[in-house]
Nanobody
């Protein structure tokens, strides 16, 4: 059974940092493309960052230089380090795993950036 469990969200002031984690199980993690999405109220879900099995990374322009995606295959975990957070980063953040045999989502974790 494929499971993706996000953690690390919370309330942070503008300019602050958070690190999200997504613990995966039930599939071969090292072979999956791992992605972080977010969805703000009233907006469509958008791809924020992605990392390939070979650790190539991609970012949406609005977070490039502030967010870093990484993976630890030994721990079956993908991370999203978020620095210099802005109010417009407020959203529910979702982890997604994609491979030849799976396409699964986590339940999401709330990130709120507010003073």
């Amino acid at each position: 059974q494929v499971q993706l469990v996000e953690s690390g969200g919370g309330l942070v002031q503008p300019g602050g940092s958070l690190r999200l984690s997504c613990l995966a199980s039930g599939f071969t993690f090292s072979r999956a493309h791992m992605k972080w999405y977010r969805q703000a109220p009233g907006k469509e879900r958008e791809l924020v960052a992605a990392i390939s099995p070979g650790s190539s990374t991609n970012y949406v322009d609005s977070v490039r230089g502030r967010f870093t995606i990484s993976r630890d295959n030994a721990k079956n975990t993908v991370y999203l380090q978020m620095n210099n957070l802005k109010p417009e980063d407020t959203a529910v953040y979702y982890c997604r795993a994609v491979s030849l045999v799976i396409d699964s989502w986590g339940q999401g974790t709330q990130v709120t950036v507010s003073s």
